[in-house]
C-alpha cells in the first residue's frame, strides 16, 4: 500500500485486510491476528458500541497494556465516527477517572487484572459522571474470559438493520474528524486533552513510515506504551499503514526483550535512549542473537554520540533516527534521515518533516537567526485543532500566526536541524514520561502533612531525571520522607513519585511570590 494516504482508519484498516488479508498483523501472547482477522473483529465490536446507543462523535477510553485487544478497540471506536481517548496505564484509578470524565467518554474499555492491581474494579468503585459501560480486557497471559471477547461475539451476530447503521457510521467518517484525544499534563496541574483528526495522524506516520523505511517485510516490536503517541501512532498506526507485522510488548523487560528479538525475528524497535543504554549493559547480551534488528528511532531525551555509535556498531542497526514531537502535534515535528552522521543524530532531532515549519522565536515573537537559542515554534498540517473544551488553553498555546508554541528551548542550524537545548517550562523527563511539577505538586499537596510543595527534575544516571520534592510540612507533623514517598506510591503513578524529599522551612521565593527553582536547584 506504498503511496496511499486514506482519509480515516476505517478507509485504511478496510484497505490492510484487502491488501495484505491473512497475513499476521498482531503476534500477541502466544496468538497471531491477521489482518483480515483484525477487520473482522474490529467491525464486531464496532456493531457492538453501535448496539449501546455509540454514535459519531461519542468518545470512549482505553486504560490497558499494549495487547492486541488494545488495537481492536481503538480501530472500533474509530471505525464508527467515535474519539479514542488514552489513559496512561500507570495512573492510579483516581487519576484515570479524571481523564475519563474530563473526556466524556461513555465506554472505557479497562484491563481486569495487571501487575498486581485490579484495574477494572478500582475504576468500577468510584463515580464517573457520563460513563454507561466498563469493558473488561483479560491481561496478557491471562486465561480468564472477559468483556470484549462478549462484545465482539455479539457483534458477530448482528442484525442487518443494526450492520446497515453501523456501515453508515463508518462511511460518514472524513480526514477532518476527530479521531483521538491524547491528554496530557500542564504546568497549572490538570491535564489537557489534545484533539487530532484522522487526517492530520495519517498523513504525518505515512511519512514517519517513509522516513524510517518501514515496510511489509518487517517485524516491529513495540515496547512503547500504545496510549502514547510513540507506541500507538509511531507504532501500530504505521505498521498498519505499512502492512508490517506488530509484537505488542505490555511490560519492558531487557531479557524478554532481547529474546523476543531473538525468536521472532524482530527487524524494528523504537524506544527512549534508556531501553538501548538498558540492552548494551546487560550481561545477557549476545549481538549475534539480534542481528535482526535494522531499524531503530528514539528521542525523548539528550542523546550521547557514543550511544549512536554503540547502536550502530555493537548492536548492528543499519537505520537508527532520532525525532522530536509531541502530543499537540501528532507527536511528530522532526526526524534524522537515513545517512546522518552519529554526531548529528545524537545531537539532533534532525530536520522538519515536509510540509511542517519549524522556527526558533525570541520573547518579542521574532523569528530568530540560525544558531539563536529561542522558544521551538511548530506551524503545519500537524499541528492539533486545539485543547478539548479548552478554548484558553488552546489560545496560549497557537498564536494569531498558527505558530503552535512548544515550551522547549532550542536552536537551529543552517541545515535546518534542531537542538533542543532547555525546557521553558518546568516540566522534565523521567525514563521518557513527560513529568509536571504543577500536577505532582497538586497531587503531594493533597497529604494532610505537607503544607507546601515545590518538584524538580534531579539527574539520574538510568532514568534522565528523577522527581525532588522540596517540602515544608505541617507543624507537628512528624512527617519523614519514607512515609511521604510511600504515600506517594499509593496515589500517584510511579514516574511521578519523588526520589527524593528535602524537608525545609520556607520555599524561596522572587518578589511576586513564586517559587525560585533555580535557587532549588542550585540546593541540590
Not at 486533552?193 to 505515512?206: E, I, P, S
Not at 514531537?325 to 507527536?331: A, I, K, R
Request: charged letters at 20%; a negative charge.
Amino acid at each position: 500500500m506504498s503511496g496511499f494516504v486514506p482519509t480515516s482508519t476505517a478507509e485504511l484498516l478496510d484497505n490492510a485486510a484487502a491488501h495484505f488479508g491473512d497475513k499476521p498483523f498482531i503476534v500477541d501472547d502466544g496468538r497471531s491476528v491477521s489482518f483480515s482477522e483484525l477487520a473482522r473483529d474490529v467491525r464486531a465490536l464496532a456493531r457492538a458500541l453501535v448496539a449501546e446507543g455509540f454514535s459519531s462523535g461519542d468518545r470512549a477510553a482505553i486504560w490497558a497494556p499494549n495487547c492486541a485487544e488494545w488495537i481492536i478497540a481503538a480501530l472500533a471506536i474509530q471505525y464508527v465516527g467515535g474519539t479514542l481517548v488514552t489513559v496512561n496505564t500507570r495512573y492510579k484509578a483516581s487519576e484515570a477517572r479524571d481523564i475519563i470524565s474530563d473526556s466524556g467518554s461513555s465506554v472505557a474499555f479497562v484491563v481486569d487484572k495487571f501487575l498486581g492491581v485490579d484495574y477494572a474494579q478500582s475504576l468500577a468503585a468510584l463515580t464517573i459522571d457520563g460513563l454507561e459501560h466498563i469493558v473488561t480486557i483479560k491481561a496478557p497471559g491471562s486465561s480468564d474470559h472477559d468483556g470484549i471477547s462478549e462484545w465482539i461475539a455479539d457483534g458477530a451476530a448482528a442484525d442487518d438493520e443494526l450492520r446497515r447503521q453501523c456501515t453508515a457510521q463508518r462511511q460518514s467518517v472524513g480526514a477532518d474528524d476527530v479521531s483521538d484525544i491524547l491528554f496530557t499534563s500542564g504546568t497549572t496541574g490538570r491535564a489537557k486533552g489534545v484533539v487530532t483528526t484522522h487526517g492530520q495522524n495519517l498523513k504525518a506516520f505515512t511519512t514517519f513510515a517513509d522516513i524510517l523505511g518501514l515496510d511489509a517485510d518487517d517485524r516491529y516490536l513495540i515496547i512503547n506504551p500504545f496510549f502514547h503517541s510513540f507506541g500507538y501512532k509511531a507504532g501500530w498506526l504505521a505498521a498498519l499503514l505499512r502492512g508490517a507485522t506488530v509484537y505488542p510488548m505490555a511490560v519492558f523487560d531487557v531479557p524478554a526483550v532481547l529474546d523476543a528479538i531473538k525468536t521472532q525475528a524482530i527487524t524494528v524497535m523504537p524506544g527512549p535512549p534508556t531501553l538501548f543504554q538498558s540492552i548494551l549493559m546487560h550481561p545477557e547480551l549476545e549481538p549475534a542473537d539480534i542481528a535482526t534488528l535494522k531499524k531503530a528511532t528514539t528521542g525523548a531525551a539528550v542523546i550521547p554520540t557514543q550511544l549512536i555509535v554503540d547502536m550502530r556498531q555493537t548492536l548492528g542497526i543499519d537505520t537508527v533516527i532520532t525525532a522530536y514531537g509531541l502530543s499537540e502535534t501528532c507527536g511528530l515535528v522532526t526526524m534524522c534521515r537515513q545517512g546522518d552522521s552519529p554526531d548529528v543524530i545524537a545531537h539532533t532531532s534532525g530536520r522538519a518533516i515536509p510540509e511542517v515549519e519549524v522556527a526558533i522565536m525570541d520573547a518579542d515573537g521574532r523569528i530568530c537567526d540560525a544558531d539563536v537559542p529561542g522558544e521551538i515554534v511548530v506551524r503545519g498540517y500537524n499541528v492539533m485543532t486545539g485543547y478539548f473544551n479548552n478554548p484558553e488553553a488552546t489560545a496560549d498555546t497557537i498564536d494569531a500566526d498558527g505558530w503552535l508554541h512548544t515550551g522547549d528551548i532550542g536552536t537551529l542550524d543552517a541545515e535546518g536541524n534542531i537542538r533542543i537545548t532547555d525546557r521553558l517550562k518546568d516540566m522534565f523527563i523521567s525514563g521518557g514520561f513527560n513529568c509536571y511539577p504543577a500536577e505532582i505538586e497538586n497531587q503531594l499537596l493533597q497529604h494532610a502533612d505537607v503544607a507546601q510543595v515545590a518538584v524538580i527534575g534531579m539527574p539520574d544516571e538510568r532514568m534522565g531525571e528523577v522527581c525532588a520534592a522540596f517540602v515544608v510540612p505541617t507543624p507537628n507533623s512528624g512527617i519523614n520522607d519514607a512515609s511521604l514517598i510511600a504515600w506517594s506510591r499509593e496515589h500517584m503513578a510511579n514516574y511521578k513519585v519523588p526520589r527524593r524529599v528535602i524537608f525545609t522551612d520556607a520555599l524561596p521565593l522572587n518578589a511576586s511570590g513564586k517559587v525560585l527553582k533555580t535557587t532549588l536547584r542550585n540546593m541540590l
